[in-house]
């Protein structure tokens, strides 16, 4: 009777908490159940409840193929290679940025660093081709210009896993930046004036202030990166990758979907992917552990406290700068200037190539300004029926796919937010693990397949109606919010509903945004989703149609004939900044919350 007067008194958190509920249960938790595939004789007709058990027949099926060591190596060995390199950069790169001094350049370096990110893989595809190419791409005009053979950077198995890593990085760092930028900016100002006056410099600083600081963001982060080495980067790899270079590139992912989409065996796909989900939680929960060991503070999991940032909004006082630091501070300068000009001249080439007629194109490899103005590439498109009916489905997946995602992860972050609420650590731990273990790929297909969702956009729309992070990060947001704003509300006599509505939501901009920002551009880059459930040519979205476009020579390609390849590369590219524009026009007006709500939902604990 005392829980049902409870769950009354408080129903409607509870019923805004439903519909993440129902999420999670039906496209995260059941196809955990589907996870027994990977045990049964799989029969469609039968289905996944009334197919006869197999035991451990499908693992010795893949354990005994000599491909399936070489695939498992190559994921391996392409995430190592990735977390090596590519986790200590944005570190550096953050650590940099907050020593620069000079803010309207600070803002334009990032703003620079962060585009990357906010486009598809396969847009990125078709810019790192041109930017690749041995007839006309910039980095071999470079290499033939020093004396040297071009390199086929995209078609040799040599050079295809470092091109790969690359450019992972090259996407994603400034995405990993803007995390640590935020935990670096709640540290306490006065600590760094502490250690100026007791004669600390700037390395001492950093070794004992910035890094402790931010220790608990990086270990997580580490953490994550680590439980995330059995994906290699599908979308990636899928789109760039051929037949020439299987033997290196093919990894865990694109196998099991070539086992489900061209060989139809789906319990050998299945059994794949149970293992990778398994090895990927062992390998989370052994380094949360080992964290613990170590540093109980910082664990993920079971930590004592958040994290070692302390808030405080006081502005730094002036502090004599010694001429070492006048130097640090002209090659840090100059330094970022550089790699804010080398992550945005891909773009600039791609906008260069669209407007350059062919001929102009194929006679030089540096690509600065349109030798030849051509307007062609952009006529031809815009003509183009099937562009504007991709584009149209597009729109349709990122609005209303957005409204849903915004209405749903709000509501449950809201909630989520109020820790005192009976069952909120266990919904918490609920929408948590779905970051560590997943069903797979093959049960979630059978899953969108049964609820008769295959060849409709809402395909692309409610297996993502949630992403956990976004929702920590409102949740966390929410955390940082007054109580008295609500106690204020509710004594007024205006429901829980009311509250987060009327006064929650209009105070919340910054987290609102970002995640609104975040939530638009996956629905608007989605490739993975399209390619699993949309079949029909009429419910193409546009990154489908940009690949059909970009990689319809992919024969030519794999068999040395690049000539062919790039006929109509300006054209491609004109396609590729038609698909470009809509983030670089909405961008603008999310950024100046971006950094805000980046910082109120990354470094709390």
Known sequence: QKAALYFWKHKYLYLMLLPAIL???????????????????????????????????????????????????????????????????????????????????????????????????????????????????????????????????????????????????????????????????????????????????????????????????????????????????????????????????????????RALMQQNDVGMASAAGFYQSIVGFILVLTANMIVRKVSPDDAMFYGRRGGNVLMSREKPKKIKVSVGSRIFDTVNLIFLILLGLTTFYPFWDCLVVSFSSLKSYLA????????????????????????????????????????????????????LSKKDLKGQRFFMFLAVFTMMFTGGIIPTYIVVKDLHLMNSLWAMILPSAVNTYNLIILRNFFLELPMELEEAALLDGCTEIGVLFRIMLPISKPALTTVTLFYAVDHWNDFFSAIMYINKKEAWPLQLFLRSMLFQNDAAYSSGGESLFLLGQPMKMAAVMLAIIPIMCAYPFFQKYFTAGMTAGAVKG
């Open 23 to 257: 999420y999670y249960i039906i496209f995260c938790y059941v196809p955990m159940y589907g996870v027994t595939i990977a045990f049964k004789d799989f029969n469609p007709m039968l289905g996944i409840w009334k197919s006869p058990w197999a035991g451990t027949e499908m693992f010795q099926k893949l354990f005994g193929m000599e491909k399936f060591y070489s695939v498992f190596w190559n994921t391996i060995r392409i995430s190592l290679i990735r977390l090596i390199f590519g986790f200590p950069f944005p570190i550096i790169i953050a650590l940099l940025l907050n020593e620069l001094r000079l803010g309207k350049v600070k803002r334009v370096i990032q703003t620079a660093i962060y585009i990357p990110n906010f486009i598809s893989w396969v847009v990125l595809g078709g810019i790192l081709t041109s930017l690749l190419s041995m007839d006309s791409g910039i980095v071999n005009g470079v290499i033939k210009a020093l004396g040297f053979a071009p390199i086929g950077f995209l078609t040799d198995e040599k050079y295809f896993v470092g091109t790969m890593v690359v450019s992972m990085i090259w996407k994603t760092f400034g995405w990993n930046t803007i995390i640590y930028l935020a935990a670096i900016t709640g540290i306490d100002p006065q600590l760094y004036e502490a250690a100026t006056v007791d004669g600390a410099n700037r390395w001492q600083k950093l070794l004992h202030i910035t890094l402790p600081c931010i220790r608990s963001i990086i270990i997580v982060v580490l953490i994550t990166r680590i439980g995330g080495l059995m994906q290699a980067g599908f979308e990636q790899i899928f789109v760039l990758y051929h037949p020439g270079v299987y033997g290196t590139a093919d990894i865990i992912d694109t196998y099991v979907y």
């Open 364 to 415: 030089t490899n540096i690509h600065l300004w349109p030798d030849e103005w051509s307007f062609e590439g952009y006529a031809y498109m815009l003509k183009s029926f099937d562009l504007w009916r991709s584009y149209a489905n597009s729109i349709f997946i990122t609005v209303v796919g957005t409204l849903i995602n915004m209405l749903i992860t709000t509501m449950a972050a809201y909630v």
